[in-house]
């Protein structure tokens, strides 16, 4: 069985996650500083 088709899937499902969770912190950060979300770490700290 040939891995390169496996390989394809791993590379697009990581790299889709990894979008996801950048999305998402993004989100949180936007929300912290507009005061919409209750955080109890710093702003500057949130995209870490």
């Not at 496996?6 to 999305?23: E, G, K, Y």
């Not at 979300?37 to 870490?48: F, G, H, K, N």
Request: a neutral charge.
């Amino acid at each position: 069985m040939s891995q390169g088709p496996i390989l394809r899937r791993f590379t697009r499902d990581s790299l889709n996650v990894a979008i996801q969770i950048r999305d998402f912190k993004t989100t949180v950060t936007q929300l912290i500083a507009a005061c919409e979300l209750l955080s109890v770490i710093p702003e500057l700290l949130a995209d870490q």
